[in-house]
């Protein structure tokens, strides 16, 4: 299928649930909410004609002039050979979206990625923790209003370090 039979199926199975539909973008996709993503990332993996059975990526961004975050499923069908991607955006004060790691096993780690780096919570997620961070850590490093720390435990931070005062560090 083309990018925009794909969304126009969406579309059609779950007309309100797309907020904006871009299948001739560079990037095709549409745009959807926590609300709706559930659906519709059983819809897009169990329908035949779209079959999307591997998740290859979770992205998160931050759109923190909008106060949104949002994750970026890259979603491919072995059997059609196609690629589509679903936006799915939430409120960057209380941010969760339902997990979709029983869809696609991959989504596991990246949900606790987005989870680790963004804060973003996977509701329904088996074991939603951090993954890179330390379980103390504080904040989400990949927000743009992220103040990153001077010292993590007596650790300095790098962000601060003046190397032209520390001529015993190696350059």
């Known amino acids: ?5 794909i969304a126009k ?3 059609d199975q779950y007309p309100n649930a797309v907020t904006e539909s871009l299948p001739e973008d560079k990037h095709p996709r549409i745009h959807t909410t926590a609300q709706h993503w559930r659906d519709l990332a059983q819809f897009m993996r169990d329908d035949a004609d ?4 591997w998740l290859s990526c979770i992205s998160a961004v931050d759109y923190v002039a909008d106060n949104k975050l ?3 499923y890259e979603l491919y069908a072995m059997k059609h050979g196609h690629w589509f991607a679903v936006k799915v955006y939430t409120d960057r004060d209380n941010p969760a979206i339902p997990s979709v790691m029983d869809l696609w096993s991959a989504a596991d780690w990246h949900e606790r990625e987005a989870y ?15 993954i890179l961070l330390p ?18 435990h007596g650790i300095p931070g790098t962000t601060e370090l003046d ?7 190696p350059i």
């Open 1 to 5: 299928m083309k990018p925009t039979d």
């Open 9 to 11: 199926r969406i579309s």
């Open 50 to 53: 779209l079959a999307f059975d």
């Open 70 to 72: 949002c994750a970026v």
């Open 116 to 130: 680790d780096m963004m804060g973003i919570k996977f509701e329904g997620h088996a074991d939603l923790r951090r």
């Open 135 to 152: 379980e103390d850590w504080e904040g989400y490093p990949l927000r743009k209003d992220y103040k990153f720390p001077r010292q993590y």
């Open 163 to 169: 190397w032209q005062q520390k001529p015993d560090y």
